[in-house]
């Protein structure tokens, strides 16, 4: 039957809330679905340029976004220390930056504690978190139990929206737009505010909310959604299957 994401010969179109760069990317993979992307990042990310991680003794890094793998690209030339990522987009942007070895947990912080525990030993020296200001998840603590030392690097910021862009907020109100998509709870909330801001919590009863996990789908919930969509597993490729499966006919 039909479903709720198809309006008349219309294509799906989802609004998309990563940073412009993640955001790009991720609209050229929708484009393959045939689903149509309306750009709307809910943060902006900015390097910390007088930020020089230190990186005496360390042994690897820990990666929990691609932000933090392209501020430490952009702040370091180092490229020889493994990169142990939180999910398969980190990873994909380590090796674009040019790291040799690349390991991905292909899931969250947890998944990521886990691989770190089986792959490392504690006495092979530090572990560096190359981070935001904000951070999801205490992978310090996690692994502190282990016996490991993990040093975070905040290396960058990630500043949310003052407002929804007009042709967002015109999107919803005409019905142009069909869904979401959310990578974080953090810009989850930070949507919620900006449509009780905009008065558009109408408008949302019409569309469905993608979200990578259950502790997204948490905030997004703050709103009342036609529906609310999470990935059977919390990467990429588990969200774009779940918006393939909501935009078929």
Same mark, same amino acid.
């Given at each position: 039957?039909?479903?709720?994401?198809?309006?008349?010969?219309?294509?799906?179109?989802? @609004?998309?809330?990563?940073?412009?760069?993640?955001?790009?990317?991720?609209?050229?993979?929708? %484009?393959?679905?045939? $689903?149509?992307?309306? @750009?709307?990042? /809910?943060?902006?990310?900015?390097?910390?340029?007088?930020?020089?991680?230190?990186?005496?003794?360390?042994? +690897?890094?820990?990666?929990?976004?691609?932000?933090?793998?392209?501020? !430490?690209?952009?702040?370091?030339?180092?490229?020889? /220390?493994? $990169?142990?990522?939180? #999910?398969?987009?980190?990873?994909? =942007?380590?090796?674009?930056?040019? !790291?040799?070895?690349?390991?991905?947990?292909?899931?969250?912080?947890?998944?990521? +504690?886990?691989?770190?525990?089986?792959?490392?030993?504690?006495?092979? #020296?530090?572990?560096?978190? @190359?981070?935001?200001?904000?951070?999801?998840?205490? /992978?310090?603590?996690?692994?502190?139990?282990?016996? *490991?030392?993990?040093?975070?690097?905040?290396?960058?910021?990630?500043?949310?929206?003052?407002?929804?862009?007009?042709?967002?907020?015109? =999107?919803?109100?005409?019905?142009?737009?069909?869904?979401?998509? *959310?990578?974080?709870?953090?810009?989850? =909330?930070? !949507?919620?505010?900006?449509?009780? &801001?905009?008065?558009? %919590?109408?408008?949302?009863?019409?569309?469905? &909310? !993608?979200?990578?996990?259950?502790?997204?789908?948490?905030?997004?919930?703050?709103?009342?959604?036609?529906?609310?969509? @999470?990935?059977?597993?919390?990467?990429?490729?588990? /969200?774009?299957?779940?918006?393939?499966?909501? &935009?078929?006919?």
């Amino acid at each position: 039957g039909s479903s709720i994401l198809r309006r008349e010969a219309d294509a799906v179109r989802l @609004i998309l809330t990563r940073p412009s760069e993640d955001s790009r990317a991720l609209a050229a993979e929708l %484009e393959s679905l045939g $689903v149509e992307s309306l @750009i709307e990042p /809910l943060l902006t990310v900015t390097f910390n340029e007088g930020s020089k991680p230190d990186l005496s003794g360390a042994q +690897a890094l820990l990666a929990t976004s691609a932000n933090g793998v392209r501020a !430490f690209a952009h702040l370091s030339r180092r490229r020889d /220390l493994p $990169v142990y990522a939180v #999910g398969d987009a980190t990873a994909r =942007a380590a090796a674009d930056a040019g !790291f040799e070895i690349v390991a991905s947990a292909t899931g969250d912080v947890q998944a990521l +504690a886990a691989l770190v525990r089986d792959r490392l030993n504690p006495a092979a #020296g530090a572990l560096i978190h @190359i981070a935001g200001s904000k951070v999801a998840g205490d /992978l310090a603590g996690m692994l502190a139990d282990a016996g *490991f030392q993990v040093r975070r690097a905040v290396l960058y910021d990630a500043r949310p929206a003052r407002a929804l862009s007009a042709a967002a907020a015109a =999107a919803m109100r005409d019905g142009t737009v069909d869904g979401v998509l *959310f990578y974080s709870p953090r810009t989850a =909330a930070a !949507f919620v505010d900006l449509v009780r &801001a905009a008065s558009l %919590e109408t408008a949302i009863g019409a569309l469905s &909310a !993608f979200c990578l996990s259950s502790a997204v789908g948490r905030e997004a919930e703050a709103l009342r959604w036609a529906r609310v969509v @999470i990935a059977e597993r919390p990467d990429q490729a588990a /969200l774009l299957a779940a918006v393939a499966s909501q &935009a078929k006919v």
